[in-house]
Structure formats: C-alpha cells, structure tokens
C-alpha cells in the first residue's frame, strides 16, 4: 500500500533547521481542527497533553507516549480552525497550519517544525514527524493511535529512506 504521506521536506541554517511536510487530508477542516488543537485530539496521534491552554500564550506540555519525553513549552500562535503554534523545549518551533482543501470536505495541512541540533537530530525529526502524521490520518479516519503497537522498525525504515533521499535538504 502506498504511503498516504508525502515526504517532508527540510532546510537548514548553521545548527537551525526547518522541517517542513505538506499533507493533504480527505476530511474538513472542521475536523481536522479538533485534532490539532485539542487533548483529546492530540491524543490520538501526537502526545499526551498533561496541560493544554488553547489560546495563545497558554501553557502547552505535552508527553510523546513512544519516548517519555515530555516536552513543555507555550501557545505561541492561534487562530481558529487556521493555525496553531506550539513553541517547545525539546522540540522547538511546531506550527500547525490548516487550508480549504480544493475538493469539497478535504483540507492542506502546511507543517514546520524549527529546531537546533545536528544533522542526525534533522533526520530524525524528518522519520519522527511523517510517522506521527500517519497517525494523524488514522486517527481522523476514526483508528486513534494504540501506543502499545508502535513500532520503532516502521520509524528506523522511514528514517533510513530520509536518510538515503535526504529529501530536499539544503
């Protein structure tokens, strides 16, 4: 079956680097939306969100349920069913942003993540983010991520094909 994710993208600046993906989804933003931005959302694909102020400048920490990591950080921009932004001190800058998608009932999400760290930090950032966004997917289409069957082979494949491909890094 094919990858329902398009490759990311990245670019990098000195230690500074831009992930970016572009992905587009069969479901309306009003949908979309709830995922991104809310617990109960983000819990279905992303992290375990132990504090969330859906406003800018809210608290956000969020637990990544594959890692332990929890990463704790601020609602640095918001605007409803459009952007959110999620600036955090593990993972850096994290923007996500939703578009009308040209067909009826679909949506573009337009995704950055900024962040300082090594190359290898870039390229796993790279497998880390398309694998989360299966997961978004699944979760939209009504299967929430069940933690327990992740796996680390499915993320070590991806990150290997980024690493071969070393798609659009400059």
Do not use: C
């Not at 939306?33 to 375990?48: C, F, M, N, V, Y």
């Not at 132990?50 to 800018?56: G, I, S, T, W, Y």
């Not at 009308?100 to 390229?123: M, Q, S």
């Amino acid at each position: 079956m094919a990858d329902p994710i398009p490759p990311g993208t990245s670019e990098t600046h000195g230690d500074t680097h831009t992930v970016r993906f572009t992905v587009p989804l069969p479901h309306p933003v009003e949908r979309v939306w709830p995922a991104i931005s809310t617990p109960g959302g983000l819990r279905g694909w992303l992290a375990e969100p132990k504090a969330l102020e859906p406003h800018l400048g809210g608290t956000a920490i969020l637990r990544w349920p594959t890692s332990d990591t929890v990463a704790t950080g601020t609602v640095t921009a918001w605007d409803v069913e459009r952007i959110v932004e999620y600036t955090l001190d593990v993972y850096g800058r994290v923007r996500l942003h939703l578009e009308r998608g040209e067909a009826p009932d679909t949506t573009v999400l337009r995704f950055l993540n900024e962040f300082r760290g090594t190359d290898d930090r870039r390229i796993d950032r790279l497998a880390g983010w398309h694998d989360r966004f299966a997961y978004l997917v699944g979760a939209l289409d009504g299967r929430p991520a069940d933690w327990s069957s992740w796996s680390r082979e499915r993320w070590q494949d991806l990150r290997d094909r980024y690493e071969a491909r070393d798609y659009g890094a400059t």
